[in-house]
């Protein structure tokens, strides 16, 4: 069984990639510290990687605070960039395989199509600049990788979009919600499996790939299906995104076409609103 070692393990996909394990039993996940898993430090990762000896690197480290990126701009790159390289190199010099998760902010988002891989990336904001960045140093320093764009990620843990709605949906009778960004939610669960799929195929098939959940929907409709799902009852108004001034820029349309990773790997992708259910029903029963 192959070894795995999981940097960024205290955050959502790190938490749902530790349960997944368990789940599946896989017991040669080794999940670091952070101070251990720093990847803005280049010597830490090269010691931790050539005393752990993994077969692959699964990196969920990142930078993700979307509007606060547009004025932290040098962290945002450290992160995002400087630390997908430090960690590329570090696996480079320990012949591990990469796994390594980016974003659909990558893409500006004007256009009404599912994202392919091979789609010109032209992202809108600092923090999909940097994401690019991240998977281009990626791709320049280690053939042996796979890079993941995902979507709208949520989960039983750690703070996103579903248990936001769900506390707020509680405290207030009255929510506007922007209608006019559609893309598509990803359960972070779904995505922790995904990644073990890849692994345990031993794939050579390296590079870039799209994963998100099966289908279309805009953030009023997603809030207002944790709302109906949960049995929360509170009034959802749909508005447009200039109602919400926010200091960063989103794509309008960032729906990912996920053709290329569902017939290489041979992998079914559930329906995101049958995830929604499964992930308020893991919140409801903690």
């Known amino acids: 069984m192959s070894k795995i070692l999981v940097i960024g393990a205290g955050g959502q996909l790190g938490q749902c990639l530790k349960i997944v394990a368990e789940r599946r039993a896989i017991t040669t996940v ?49 992160v995002n960039e400087t630390g997908a390289a430090n960690l590329a190199t570090a696996c480079e010099n320990s012949n591990a395989i990469l796994v390594h998760v980016s974003t659909d902010f990558v893409f500006e988002g004007n256009e009404i199509k599912l994202l392919k891989e ?12 940097t994401k690019l960045d991240g998977e281009k140093a ?50 972070a669960i779904d995505l922790a499996n995904v990644i073990y799929d890849i692994i345990d195929s031993k794939s050579t098939e390296y590079g870039l790939y799209h994963y998100s959940n099966e ?16 049995g929360t ?26 053709t290329k990773i569902k017939t290489t790997f041979n992998i079914s992708i559930p ?7 499964e992930c308020i029903s893991k919140i409801k029963a903690q």
Not at 176 to 186: C, F, K, L, R, S
Not at 215 to 230: E, H, L, M, N, R
Not at 237 to 257: E, L, Q, T
């Open 233 to 258: 009852q509170v009034k959802a108004n749909p508005i447009p995104g200039s109602a919400y001034p926010a200091k960063a820029a989103r794509p309008a349309f960032s729906v990912m076409d996920k």
């Open 215 to 230: 289908g279309v929907t805009s953030w009023y409709d997603f809030a207002k299906a944790i709302f109906d799902i949960s």
């Open 118 to 129: 091979d789609d010109i990336a032209n992202p809108i904001n600092v923090y999909g600049v």
């Open 30 to 78: 080794v999940f670091p510290n952070e101070q251990d898993g720093n990847i803005l430090n280049a010597e830490a990762l090269n010691t931790l990687l050539a005393s752990e000896k993994p077969d692959y690197v699964i990196n969920c480290a990142a930078y993700t605070a979307v509007d606060k990126a547009e004025d932290e701009v040098e962290l945002a790159k450290a």
């Open 138 to 187: 990626v791709e320049s320093i280690l053939a042996a990788h796979f890079i993941l764009r995902t979507s709208w990620l949520y989960s039983e843990y750690a703070n996103n979009f579903v248990k936001t709605m769900l506390k707020l949906g509680a405290e207030r009778d009255e929510l506007g919600i922007i209608a006019d960004q559609v893309g598509t939610p990803t359960y």
């Open 271 to 277: 329906y995101w609103r049958d995830s929604v259910v």
